[in-house]
């Protein structure tokens, strides 16, 4: 079960098994190899796993199975599996002969203990040859030579001699035939160089996704034959390589372990060793207009930064996050924790209940945008492209100047009256494009109803109150998403004029005021903050020259005494209020 060049060729254990059959009167029926394969895993171990399903099935041949030694069921870094296959044969009646052992395989006390040891020193006979080739290849790596993996895109392999002197260009999966020889990267063809120059050229400016599809325009194939993806042109704009640096030791997969990238500073880094075909300069002006390029940060380190800002601030927030330089993305602690969450316990900070429902709310609507992403995705193949900014989801038309923001708004009820409102989030730059507005259901793990706005204008911070609130009147109610397909026209320029449509309901930012007594009072500063907003709503209706019916009057007279007794409830609280705090109310 291993190759030529080790130790044991196959040619010397099958004369040793066939020399133990003659000694011991018997003859060999069938073999079973496994040239040139691992014995770390049962995985590709063809012969083996033919040999089991042989002996479990019952369709064997034989009554006795020759094994050269106990290291040939495989070198497992859990040393139970190899017995356990053993223990299928002797299950299955069938005796196991050990052809190079000095014990034999009775069952005995001695022999129970002496194969227990042989399968461990297997197993770390294993670890250590990987620990010595590991520092071998970054011996190697230091040196300047390249130890393994394809050249990339615009480089190529060349051979070198023990003595240092050129070689040649090895080609697509060659291998050097010499062990002394060594391996570096030179530039590839000219016009391979040439788009890869293109490529950092336009990664100043462009995303990965614009930069494949303009080279699939170009007609610049990949060398693998397929057209270029975002993944082709990431591998190429994020690899330091391209500098004349040597890099190894990124991902890591020890013992036929599941691959994994490793932490940064675990990274084999030899600076110019290589001729570059881009400069330093170029290269991180790239990788800092593309933040996802950043090396990976270690658990340890992002911990640490996460008490350093808990003990200058007190708790731990979004915000305040955002407000220490050098404190990484919430995103980057969602990647590694799963969650934020799940970062702030782990860093001593446990959330209050009110933070704990602001949580919930937020993961509810990661959910439903992930479900979303996904129906439109089927609904728009190759059509459209999805753009994910903090909690804004825009859907971006083909042309690539086309834009639909999509806006999730969750539901939940009030605190005194138990009534259902629908929080809508609208961001400025936003509000006059054409918006697709899903409202959830109460328990917030679908979405029940659908409607295309042609421009939002109610304020960044609007609660709704139903299907039949004036604000989604205005637009067009959709029976399912499959419906969008219909609407031939919904896009239009991202930096169109707005045509604004004024809406009697605004937003007014106003002072709590604890309450002196049973019957709640208006403070003076939500009375001015309001009269100002009727003053501008009604100025704004006049400039615009569409006054509202006698029904549609009603319609906002009846959703602003509404909302103004709902403002009104919610001042009376059975804590008083702390200073300064502000909260949103919608009028």
């Given at each position: 079960?291993?190759?030529?060049?080790?130790?044991?060729?196959?040619?010397?254990?099958?004369?040793?098994?066939?020399?133990?059959?003659?000694?011991?009167?018997?003859?060999?029926?069938?073999?079973?190899i496994d040239a040139g394969k691992s014995g770390l895993g049962l995985?590709?171990?063809?012969?083996?796993?033919?040999?089991?399903?042989?002996?479990?099935?019952?369709?064997?041949?034989?009554?006795?199975?020759?094994?050269?030694?106990?290291?040939?069921?495989?070198?497992?870094?859990?040393?139970?599996?190899?017995?356990?296959?053993?223990?299928?044969?002797?299950?299955?009646?069938?005796?196991?002969?050990?052809?190079?052992?000095?014990?034999?395989?009775?069952?005995?006390?001695?022999?129970?203990?002496?194969?227990?040891?042989?399968?461990?020193?297997?197993?770390?006979?294993?670890?250590?040859?990987?620990?010595?080739?590991?520092?071998?290849?970054?011996?190697?790596?230091?040196?300047?030579?390249?130890?393994?993996?394809?050249?990339?895109?615009?480089?190529?392999?060349?051979?070198?001699?023990?003595?240092?002197?050129?070689?040649?260009?090895?080609?697509?999966?060659?291998?050097?035939?010499?062990?002394?020889?060594?391996?570096?990267?030179?530039?590839?063809?000219?016009?391979?160089?040439?788009?890869?120059?293109?490529?950092?050229?336009?990664?100043?400016?462009?995303?990965?996704?614009?930069?494949?599809?303009?080279?699939?325009?170009?007609?610049?194939?990949?060398?693998?034959?397929?057209?270029?993806?975002?993944?082709?042109?990431?591998?190429?704009?994020?690899?330091?390589?391209?500098?004349?640096?040597?890099?190894?030791?990124?991902?890591?997969?020890?013992?036929?372990?599941?691959?994994?990238?490793?932490?940064?500073?675990?990274?084999?880094?030899?600076?110019?060793?290589?001729?570059?075909?881009?400069?330093?300069?170029?290269?991180?002006?790239?990788?800092?207009?593309?933040?996802?390029?950043?090396?990976?940060?270690?658990?340890?380190?992002?911990?640490?930064?996460?008490?350093?800002?808990?003990?200058?601030?007190?708790?731990?927030?979004?915000?305040?996050?955002?407000?220490?330089?050098?404190?990484?993305?919430?995103?980057?602690?969602?990647?590694?924790?799963?969650?934020?969450?799940?970062?702030?316990?782990?860093?001593?900070?446990?959330?209050?209940?009110?933070?704990?429902?602001?949580?919930?709310?937020?993961?509810?609507?990661?959910?439903?945008?992930?479900?979303?992403?996904?129906?439109?995705?089927?609904?728009?193949?190759?059509?459209?492209?999805?753009?994910?900014?903090?909690?804004?989801?825009?859907?971006?038309?083909?042309?690539?100047?086309?834009?639909?923001?999509?806006?999730?708004?969750?539901?939940?009820?009030?605190?005194?009256?138990?009534?259902?409102?629908?929080?809508?989030?609208?961001?400025l730059e936003d509000q006059h494009l054409t918006t697709l507005i899903?409202?959830?259901?109460?328990?917030?793990?679908?979405?029940?109803?659908?409607?295309?706005?042609?421009?939002?204008?109610?304020?960044?911070?609007?609660?709704?109150?139903?299907?039949?609130?004036?604000?989604?009147?205005?637009?067009?109610?959709?029976?399912?998403?499959?419906?969008?397909?219909?609407?031939?026209?919904?896009?239009?320029?991202?930096?169109?004029?707005?045509?604004?449509?004024?809406?009697?309901?605004?937003?007014?930012?106003?002072?709590?005021?604890?309450?002196?007594?049973?019957?709640?009072?208006?403070?003076?500063?939500?009375?001015?903050?309001?009269?100002?907003?009727?003053?501008?709503?009604?100025?704004?209706?006049?400039?615009?020259?569409r006054i509202p019916g006698e029904e549609g009057r009603a319609a906002?007279?009846?959703?602003?005494?509404?909302?103004?007794?709902?403002?009104?409830?919610?001042?009376?609280?059975?804590?008083?209020?702390?200073?300064?705090?502000?909260?949103?109310?919608?009028?």
């Amino acid at each position: 079960m291993s190759t030529e060049h080790q130790q044991y060729s196959l040619k010397n254990q099958s004369d040793a098994i066939h020399q133990y059959a003659t000694d011991h009167r018997l003859s060999v029926v069938k073999t079973y190899i496994d040239a040139g394969k691992s014995g770390l895993g049962l995985k590709n171990r063809i012969g083996l796993t033919q040999l089991l399903q042989d002996v479990v099935g019952g369709t064997r041949e034989f009554e006795a199975i020759l094994v050269y030694d106990v290291s040939r069921w495989g070198r497992f870094q859990d040393a139970d599996e190899a017995a356990h296959y053993e223990f299928l044969c002797k299950r299955a009646g069938i005796n196991v002969h050990y052809c190079a052992e000095p014990f034999a395989n009775d069952d005995t006390i001695s022999s129970s203990i002496l194969k227990a040891l042989k399968r461990s020193m297997a197993a770390e006979y294993s670890r250590e040859l990987g620990v010595k080739v590991y520092a071998g290849k970054k011996r190697l790596v230091e040196l300047g030579f390249r130890v393994g993996g394809a050249a990339g895109y615009g480089l190529r392999r060349m051979l070198l001699s023990a003595e240092g002197q050129h070689k040649q260009k090895l080609a697509f999966r060659e291998r050097k035939s010499l062990q002394t020889d060594r391996v570096i990267l030179v530039p590839g063809p000219k016009r391979e160089v040439e788009c890869v120059r293109l490529m950092y050229r336009m990664g100043l400016r462009k995303t990965y996704r614009e930069i494949a599809d303009e080279l699939n325009v170009r007609g610049i194939r990949h060398p693998c034959g397929k057209p270029w993806n975002w993944e082709r042109v990431k591998a190429v704009l994020a690899n330091p390589k391209y500098t004349g640096c040597n890099v190894w030791g990124r991902t890591s997969a020890r013992l036929r372990t599941r691959r994994r990238p490793t932490e940064g500073e675990r990274w084999i880094f030899s600076p110019i060793k290589f001729e570059p075909l881009i400069d330093q300069r170029t290269f991180d002006r790239v990788q800092a207009a593309h933040p996802n390029n950043k090396i990976p940060i270690p658990n340890a380190v992002l911990l640490e930064k996460l008490r350093g800002v808990l003990a200058v601030a007190g708790k731990l927030q979004v915000r305040i996050m955002r407000q220490f330089p050098g404190v990484p993305d919430p995103s980057t602690y969602r990647n590694h924790f799963g969650s934020l969450r799940a970062a702030f316990e782990l860093a001593g900070y446990h959330l209050s209940s009110r933070e704990l429902a602001i949580s919930d709310q937020h993961a509810r609507r990661r959910r439903l945008q992930e479900k979303l992403i996904a129906q439109i995705g089927d609904l728009f193949p190759n059509q459209v492209r999805i753009r994910i900014e903090r909690n804004r989801t825009m859907l971006i038309a083909e042309n690539g100047v086309s834009t639909m923001p999509i806006t999730i708004a969750l539901c939940y009820r009030t605190r005194v009256q138990k009534l259902l409102r629908w929080a809508l989030r609208v961001p400025l730059e936003d509000q006059h494009l054409t918006t697709l507005i899903c409202l959830s259901n109460e328990a917030g793990d679908r979405i029940e109803s659908f409607h295309i706005l042609d421009g939002v204008y109610c304020g960044t911070r609007y609660n709704l109150t139903g299907e039949d609130d004036p604000l989604l009147q205005q637009g067009q109610r959709l029976n399912r998403l499959a419906d969008l397909r219909t609407l031939g026209n919904w896009v239009q320029p991202e930096k169109q004029t707005a045509k604004r449509t004024p809406v009697a309901c605004y937003a007014a930012r106003v002072h709590r005021k604890k309450a002196s007594s049973s019957n709640p009072t208006i403070s003076a500063e939500g009375k001015r903050m309001l009269s100002e907003g009727a003053r501008r709503a009604h100025a704004a209706i006049r400039a615009s020259g569409r006054i509202p019916g006698e029904e549609g009057r009603a319609a906002v007279a009846r959703n602003r005494e509404a909302r103004r007794r709902d403002w009104q409830q919610r001042q009376v609280r059975s804590t008083p209020s702390r200073p300064g705090r502000r909260t949103d109310a919608i009028f």
